[in-house]
Nanobody, 119 residues
Framework: QVQLVESGGGLVQAGDSLRLSCAAS????????MGWFRQAPGKEREFVGR????????YYTYSVKGRFTISRDTAKSTVYLQTNSLKPEDTAVYYC????????????WGQGTQVTVSS
């Protein structure tokens, strides 16, 4: 089992930045990668990006590329989502998730953290 806890959300203005954290515990040695997702009110959950636990390689969805950066601190078993140049359309609950296999499903999820961007 893997447990995930997000933090760092808040209310900011357009153009501001936030750094979200996701602390993992449990069988962290089993993690293949960790992803960030978001869900805006009335919309389906959207993939934001992911980072491979072993080598730190990253992948982002087009809408956040160049503005968001995912990093990890393996010693702290923590993944970060640095969000810059935030836009009102980035408003959502942000979730981190973990999967144990490269082509598996994200079976472990955090509780989410709210990011609200005002115009």
């Amino acid at each position: 089992q893997v447990q995930l806890v997000e933090s760092g959300g808040g209310l900011v203005q357009a153009g501001d930045s936030l750094r979200l954290s996701c602390a993992a515990s449990g069988r962290t040695f089993s993690i293949y990668d960790m992803g960030w997702f978001r869900q805006a009110p009335g919309k389906e959950r959207e993939f934001v990006g992911r980072i491979t636990w072993s080598d730190g390689s990253t992948y982002y969805t087009y809408s956040v590329k160049g503005r968001f950066t995912i990093s990890r601190d393996t010693a702290k078993s923590t993944v970060y989502l640095q969000t810059n140049s935030l836009k009102p359309e980035d408003t959502a609950v942000y979730y981190c998730a973990a999967r144990l296999q490269q082509y598996g499903t994200y079976d472990y999820w955090g509780q989410g953290t709210q990011v609200t961007v005002s115009s």
